[in-house]
């Protein structure tokens, strides 16, 4: 028989042709299972999870907009306690309305121990209050789970103190996703609060949430102190001025944190000098997004300007995802002209550096006499063929001082 790792199903498949349950039974080789429309009721779910108890294989499960209730459910819950599936993906699926019920049987997946998964994805849920501590509470004990996450779940503030009950408890889970969950500052400051006893979340994603200014301060708390987070994502959380001031201070003191999105936020301009310092002083962070912040160049006065260019252009591992569209260039501006003399800057100075690497690198290993034939005809070459100094060492010497040459050169007196 052919080899078949994906099958996807969205419709009940027609007469004579292999069903659900019956696909699952005879491909062993079977990984990925996606299920999805009304189609897929009780009795289909009820035959998909005496195949699942079966099948020893299957590493992903996404069922999408099934009409399967509670007693589905649990045939295919009771099937997943003893299966490898890795990864279960329901969204939006009716049985979420059925609230206390339903969350208690999937809060049984979770507490067992023998599960192998992994990685949880629920959307569209609308559990209540009940249905969520309960879930929570069986998050606490879980030891499988790497990454969870839910979108479109009404959670609301309620359930904050339930999820961070979880997080001090729990020490396998090291993603946390809850986009658009109704989370509000008092949720979240309970989140944050459990994180700085939490030492295994990796990564925090809360987008589309509602946690202001006050909400911030709190995320600025947690990063002033945790050294095990290494990703933050809150889009669209309508941080305004005074919480990004907070996040930037904390994040110049914050040593691990890695990657960072506030995109669609309301920081605007005032927030220009606060990000320069972020740039100019932070050590760990690679990615930082403020997309449609408001941070506008061609408002910024040419001093605002100068350092966030200067401070970016310095930080040569750090990827800034600014608001190209809103520079809303103009010839006479000299903050725009200042701002596309930094790009211009940054970019020539990343294209030496990779070179330097590349060539340093290959001469620790194996030393190249043409060392200086990557500057040939400049009045840097003579520097870099100095026969005193390692060639590797020489090179790395060298781009350290390139790059504070060339930012002095294009902003005056910056060192």
């Known amino acids: 028989m052919a080899s078949l790792t994906e099958l996807e199903f969205e419709a009940r498949p027609g007469e004579g042709m292999t069903g659900v349950a019956e696909s699952v039974r005879i491909h062993n080789d079977l990984d990925d299972l996606f299920i999805s429309g009304g189609w897929f009721g009780d009795d289909d779910a009820e035959e998909l999870g005496?195949?699942?108890?079966?099948?020893?294989?299957?590493?992903?499960?996404?069922?999408?907009?099934?009409?399967?209730?509670?007693?589905?459910?649990?045939?295919?819950?009771?099937?997943?306690?003893?299966?490898?599936?890795?990864?279960?993906?329901?969204?939006?699926?009716?049985?979420?309305?059925?609230?206390?019920?339903?969350?208690?049987?999937?809060?049984?997946?979770?507490r067992e121990s023998s599960s192998s998964l992994e990685?949880?994805?629920?959307?569209?849920?609308?559990?209540?209050?009940?249905?969520?501590?309960?879930?929570?509470?069986?998050?606490?004990?879980?030891?499988?789970?790497?990454?969870?996450?839910?979108?479109?779940?009404?959670?609301?503030?309620?359930?904050?103190?339930?999820?961070?009950?979880?997080?001090?408890a729990n020490t396998s889970l090291k993603e946390l996703s809850l986009t658009r969950c109704n989370l509000g500052?008092?949720?979240?400051?309970?989140?944050?609060?459990?994180?700085?006893?939490n030492k295994t979340i990796k990564s925090l994603i809360i987008n589309y949430n509602d946690i202001g200014d006050t909400g911030a301060q709190a995320l600025a708390d947690v990063l002033a102190v945790n050294t095990s987070l290494r990703a933050l994502y809150a889009t669209k959380c309508c941080i305004g001025a005074m919480g990004w001031r907070a996040l930037a201070n904390a994040l110049?003191?914050?040593?691990?944190?890695?990657?960072?999105?506030?995109?669609?936020?309301?920081?605007?301009?005032?927030?220009?000098?606060?990000?320069?310092?972020v740039l100019a002083s932070t050590t760990s962070l690679k990615t930082l997004h403020v997309h449609g912040c408001g941070i506008v160049v061609a408002g910024m006065d040419v001093h605002e300007t100068a350092d966030v260019g200067r401070a970016w252009g310095s930080n040569l591992a750090l990827s800034l995802n600014f608001p190209n569209f809103n520079f809303m260039l103009d010839s006479t501006n000299d903050s725009t002209a200042v701002w596309e003399e930094a790009c211009r800057v940054r970019n020539f100075v990343l294209r030496r550096r990779e070179q330097l690497l590349t060539f340093g690198m290959a001469t620790i290993q194996s030393p190249n006499p043409g060392l200086g034939r990557i500057f040939e005809g400049s009045e840097d070459e003579s520097t870099l063929r100095s026969s005193g100094e390692d060639r590797a060492a020489c090179a790395f010497r060298f781009m350290g001082d390139d790059v504070f040459k060339l930012i002095g050169e294009a902003y005056g007196d910056y060192r």
């Open 50 to 110: 005496a195949a699942l108890a079966q099948h020893k294989y299957l590493k992903v499960l996404c069922l999408r907009g099934c009409s399967f209730a509670e007693r589905g459910l649990r045939c295919i819950v009771k099937a997943l306690k003893i299966n490898t599936v890795l990864e279960l993906s329901v969204e939006f699926c009716p049985f979420f309305k059925t609230k206390g019920s339903c969350a208690e049987i999937m809060s049984d997946l979770l």
């Open 119 to 168: 990685r949880l994805h629920l959307s569209g849920t609308s559990f209540d209050e009940f249905g969520w501590i309960v879930f929570f509470n069986a998050l606490k004990v879980n030891t499988s789970l790497k990454k969870f996450g839910i979108m479109l779940g009404d959670i609301g503030n309620a359930s904050g103190e339930a999820i961070a009950g979880a997080l001090v």
């Open 185 to 197: 500052a008092p949720a979240l400051k309970a989140i944050t609060n459990a994180l700085t006893i």
């Open 252 to 277: 110049m003191i914050n040593s691990s944190l890695e990657g960072l999105g506030i995109n669609d936020n309301k920081i605007g301009n005032s927030g220009a000098e606060s990000l320069a310092k």
